[in-house]
């Protein structure tokens, strides 16, 4: 299979860094990901504003025909086991071509939200952009796993 990550900006911090450094090297015999950083803006001088411009970057960043997963708090559930069979359907149906769109302070623009093919939750909390690209990463490291029958996710 094939990703996109889509990101509102960047991890700043080593330690994010890091942590997705390495679940990208664990991936790397399951699926090629390719990274895209969309600047973020000042939320707190004009919110929609920031909200337009991020959400234009993320619409020019989708890579043409690949199904479109944004992170959303108020999106489907899945359990990880649950997130696997997702994914292991997809490509069965021939759309191994997946971009998940995480937002940034501010969340995701209308236009972002309804340009997508599916909404997915990580939970009902909300979490900093750059935890929910290293959840995101393991989240798709752990389907891998889970769908090869390969020790790792319990």
Do not use: C
């Not at 990550?5 to 991936?27: D, M, S």
């Not at 234009?56 to 696997?84: C, M, N, T």
């Not at 069965?92 to 998940?100: D, I, M, N, P, Q």
């Amino acid at each position: 299979m094939r990703f996109a990550i889509v990101a509102v900006g960047r991890l700043k911090e080593r330690h994010w860094r890091e942590a997705a450094e390495e679940y990208l090297k664990r991936l790397t015999p399951y699926a090629r990901i390719d990274i895209t950083e969309v600047p973020d803006r000042d939320v707190t001088a004009d919110e929609l504003r920031a909200l337009t411009l991020e959400g234009e970057g993320i619409l020019r960043a989708l890579p043409e025909g690949a199904v479109v997963a944004v992170l959303d708090p108020f999106g489907r559930e899945r359990s990880s086991e649950e997130f696997a069979a997702w994914l292991d359907r997809l490509g069965v149906e021939g759309r191994s071509h997946v971009a998940f769109v995480i937002g940034g302070a501010a969340g995701l623009h209308a236009d972002v939200l309804a340009r997508a093919d599916e909404r997915v939750s990580l939970g009902r909390m909300t979490l900093p952009h750059q935890l929910a690209r290293v959840v995101l990463l393991e989240q798709l490291y752990r389907a891998f796993r889970i769908n090869r029958g390969e020790p790792y996710h319990r």
